[in-house]
């Protein structure tokens, strides 16, 4: 029970025992907090204490924190004053490099992983081509991680990174209402359910509620008044045709699907008007990433086509 990720390439280090206090914490916004985790490992190093070192990389005698936050908040909570840490490498680009490779076991979430992309790419000053291969991915893979977090506006980003919104409810249910109601109602959608500890099915039936219903509906979940707009929600009657709500989702895809196909080429009939070095370079990449999913997205296609039919 830790947020410590194990790659097989990791540097040999030894683990040495620092002072809280002396380990400097200016990547903790990079990853999501997560209370309901936070708990149990509280009481698992409460018991056992702190059975994987923290990591990091130490640069100019500064220890700077990469990986373990959890773990430093619950020492920090269990008054302990120090910590196991261990240097992942001599500098924070090969310590982030490294991290994001070994989390291609999942370790870090797909926020964390356009956090510290994004931080590789300001900061660290590198292109999306140049970190594509240090990290063991394709530039498609990149672009799309840093895509959805240049989408994520300032107060959205905030809940899903302080533990406030569940990011699989925003990244499931609530990216496809940005496409087709903006990013304002995505932030007074988030706003008003932030921290009220809902399910991902609450949540999903309040979305439902607030970007398809009516507005005195989304006056109560303005409010926070969320008891009524649930129980009208559960109250609905069976879907006429027959159709779950999430068959209903899907459906709506779909028809977006088809729309932004039909779009697409349209606009890419006449290459004479894509032609600025900006866009070419932009739209490589994305085109390459189609591409790739291509296959399985047609495989996906046909065969939902076959079992509808």
């Not at 905030?158 to 496809?176: E, I, K, M, Q």
């Amino acid at each position: 029970m830790n947020d410590r990720p194990e790659h097989p390439e990791r540097r040999s280090s030894t683990t040495a025992l620092v002072e809280v206090a002396q380990l400097d914490l200016r990547y903790e916004g990079c990853r999501l907090r997560a209370p309901a985790v936070e708990a149990r490992l509280l009481s698992a190093i409460a018991a056992g204490g702190i059975q994987e070192p923290l990591q990091g990389v130490e640069v100019a005698g500064v220890r700077i924190l990469l990986n373990g936050f959890k773990r430093l908040r619950c020492a920090q909570k269990l008054h302990l004053a120090t910590v196991p840490f261990v240097a992942l490498a001599a500098d924070e680009t090969a310590g982030i490099v490294w991290l994001l490779r070994a989390s291609n076991d999942h370790a870090l979430s797909l926020l964390e992983q356009a956090r510290f992309l994004d931080e590789l790419k300001g900061t660290g000053g590198l292109s999306v081509a140049e970190i594509a291969p240090q990290v063991g991915r394709s530039p498609a893979w990149v672009s799309l991680r840093l895509g959805v977090l240049a989408a994520l506006s300032p107060l959205v980003r905030g809940a899903l990174f302080d533990g406030s919104f569940p990011v699989y409810s925003y990244l499931y249910t609530l990216r496809p209402f940005r496409r087709l109601k903006g990013a304002a109602a995505i932030d007074e959608f988030v706003a008003a359910l932030r921290g009220k500890k809902l399910s991902a099915r609450q949540i999903e039936q309040l979305a439902h509620g607030f970007f398809r219903g009516p507005e005195s509906l989304r006056e109560q979940i303005r409010r926070g008044h969320l008891a009524l707009p649930l129980q009208q929600l559960k109250e609905l009657p069976e879907d006429p045709d027959g159709g779950s709500e999430f068959e209903r989702v899907v459906v709506a895809d779909l028809e977006q699907a088809q729309k932004l196909l039909v779009r697409l080429m349209t606009k890419s009939a006449d290459p004479s008007r894509l032609s600025s070095r900006p866009f070419r370079a932009q739209a490589h990449l994305l085109c390459a990433g189609l591409l790739s999913r291509l296959p399985a997205f047609t495989q996906t296609i046909q065969k939902l086509h076959d079992h509808c039919g």
